[in-house]
């Protein structure tokens, strides 16, 4: 079992940093990839950015690329989302997932509300 728990969420202004991290307790963790989620009000959860369990493949979403930085630390069992330039649009629970795809495994953290409002 992994346990996830996100923090670093808030309340910032239009143009500025909010870096979310991400926890993970447990022994699997640099066997997992990561993904970072967001759910705005009344939307689908959508997948912001991925990394892959060693750290050398990422992807982004087309609205965060250049942006948004997805990062990890394996020896201390954490990831990272950097975001950069927030928009109003990027107002959303954002949520870490950790998974594998064989065998399938799927961990899911609570969620941190970032808010980018003026």
């Known amino acids: 079992q992994v346990r996830l728990v996100e923090s670093g969420g808030g309340l910032v202004q239009p143009g500025r940093s909010l870096r979310l991290s991400c926890a993970a307790s447990?022994?699997?963790?640099?066997?997992?990839?990561i993904r970072w989620y967001r759910q705005a009000p009344g939307k689908e959860r959508d997948m912001v950015a991925d990394?892959?369990?060693?750290?050398?493949?990422?992807n982004y979403a087309d609205y965060v690329q250049g942006r948004f930085t997805v990062s990890r630390d394996n020896a201390k069992n954490m990831a990272y989302l950097q975001m950069n330039n927030l928009k109003p649009e990027d107002t959303a629970v954002y949520y870490c997932?950790?998974?594998?795809?064989?065998?399938?495994?799927?961990?899911w953290g609570q969620g941190t509300q970032v808010t980018v409002s003026s």
């Open positions: 447990g022994t699997l963790f640099s066997i997992l990839g």
């Open positions: 997932n950790a998974y594998l795809d064989y065998p399938e495994q799927n961990y």
């Open positions: 990394i892959s369990s060693g750290g050398g493949g990422t």
